[in-house]
């Protein structure tokens, strides 16, 4: 054989051992997806929290004649 031929014996074997490896990542059973929703766990009162403030109420308006 010569050397132009080896080199594309080569090559093409490189080639497609490359595409026959894209081919099994693409093709590889993926593991089923079990879909869990995330539950917040249960507020805690803790003794840092301070209660909201009363908001004041808007002082009157002035009576207009």
Do not use: C, I, N
Not at 34 to 58: G, I, K, L
């Amino acid at each position: 054989m010569s050397v132009g031929k080896t080199a594309g014996w080569t090559l093409g074997g490189l080639l497609l051992g490359v595409l026959a490896g894209f081919a099994t990542e693409l093709f590889r059973r993926q593991p089923v997806k079990v879909e869990q929703r995330y539950v917040a766990p249960q507020a805690t009162r803790t003794p840092d929290v301070r209660t909201p403030s009363a908001v004041p109420e808007p002082a009157p308006e002035p009576a207009v004649h």
